[in-house]
């Protein structure tokens, strides 16, 4: 998890030592170095880590003391239990929080899980976008519905970095959960203005049996097959585009409702989903359903051709340790553009997607994505 090359100053020979590692195995790379030389200090002539960012904050690290080498021992035994996605969070964590020594670097390492990863948003104009979709600003007065496709995401990213903080990484952008306020807000998802010969009423979704039973209620039905939908609203930005709103059937929509709600709780699934329905363009709401129910279906792709091309060897097995192995002895960046027009990947206003379980049809791979280079 963490290397460490050393040497006795006015000795050519450098001693790794792989952390985490035994007592013994510390106890042997002193004794090489003892047997360079018992004269001079120990000096580190090179850090590497899982963790990119993590050698730039162990600039100060002095190997001759006891109490910073087992600070870091224990730092990599923390860091050896973190998986992919972890590691990732806490190099952002690490560049958002204010790290003087290794007590600081210990304690953001057992407390990644306080931090979350939004995939993809690496810069003011990606999280201003994700802000924009993931509904913060939907419905403040100062951004009327017309004014949307003019909105500056730039800007808005910027002004949520600064207000927030966290970092942005080649992963995406980490910041402290508590700090979140993305996709944290419920609120109504889809409303329909239904009318029946008795009434009109605005049913807001998603909404559980029993409400949706005051409902007709209200209306004088027994079954919303008898009211007529007379107006489609969503509250998050670019569904209007991408999902029809003719022959609209309360029970779909419920449920299309219920669907986008839990897109919210995770990362980026809603950049996911409008990517998919940017391609896929169903020609109805029930359509516009089964493709958020096989989400699953579907992975968002790195814009980075080099990140993307080490995405393939981990997805195939390779873990990082291999990948940083290897790193400056393969081309990561044109296996991944191979890997994309392989794999049928599509660009999208929300960014790169595919289709896992097959590639998408040629014709729309031309209209969608007008070449990969």
């Excluded at 006891?66 to 224990?74: E, P, S």
Aim: proline share 4%; net charge negative; charged share 25%.
């Amino acid at each position: 998890m963490i290397q460490l090359f050393m040497k006795r100053s006015g000795s050519p020979v450098i001693v790794p030592l792989n952390l985490p590692a035994s007592h013994d195995a510390m106890t042997e790379a002193g004794s090489q170095l003892d047997e360079a030389s018992r004269a001079g200090k120990t000096e580190i002539v090179e850090i590497k880590s899982v963790i990119a960012n993590l050698p730039s904050y162990l600039g100060g690290l002095d190997p001759d003391s006891r109490m910073q080498l087992a600070q870091l021992n224990q730092l990599s035994s923390i860091i050896a239990k973190m998986d992919s996605r972890e590691r990732n969070i806490y190099a952002g964590a690490l560049d958002g929080n204010s790290i003087n020594d290794l007590n600081d670097m210990i304690r953001v390492a057992e407390q990644v899980s306080d931090y979350i990863l939004i995939p993809n948003v690496n810069s003011d104009v990606t999280l201003g976008r994700y802000v924009a979709v993931a509904g913060q600003i939907q419905g403040d007065p100062r951004f009327p519905e017309a004014a949307w496709p003019y909105l500056d995401f730039a800007k808005i990213g910027a002004e949520y970095y600064a207000e927030h903080g966290g970092a942005y990484t080649y992963a995406g952008y980490v910041l402290r959960k508590q700090d979140d306020e993305l996709v944290r807000e419920k609120k109504s998802k889809i409303q329909l203005d239904l009318s029946s010969s008795q009434a009109q009423v605005s049913v807001c979704l998603p909404a559980t049996k029993e409400e949706l039973e005051r409902v007709k209620r209200t209306l004088g039905i027994d079954c919303f097959a008898e009211a007529a939908v007379t107006k489609v609203l969503f509250s998050v930005p670019y569904m209007d585009e991408h999902i029809p709103t003719t022959g609209v059937c309360v029970a779909d929509a419920n449920e299309l409702a219920w669907a986008i709600e839990g897109m919210q709780c995770e990362d980026d699934e809603l950049l996911k989903y409008l990517s998919v329905l940017s391609v896929e363009q169903p020609g109805t709401m029930q359509e516009a359903l089964r493709c958020a129910m096989n989400l699953d279906d579907y992975e968002r792709i790195p814009e980075d051709t080099y990140e993307y091309g080490q995405a393939v060897l981990r997805r195939i097995g390779a873990d990082d340790e291999l990948i940083d192995t290897i790193d400056g002895y393969m081309d990561f960046e044109k296996l991944g553009e191979d890997t994309m027009a392989e794999e049928g990947v599509r660009r999208t206003e929300f960014g790169l997607i595919r289709r896992c379980s097959s590639p998408f049809a040629e014709e729309t791979q031309a209209m969608e994505m007008g070449g990969l280079s």
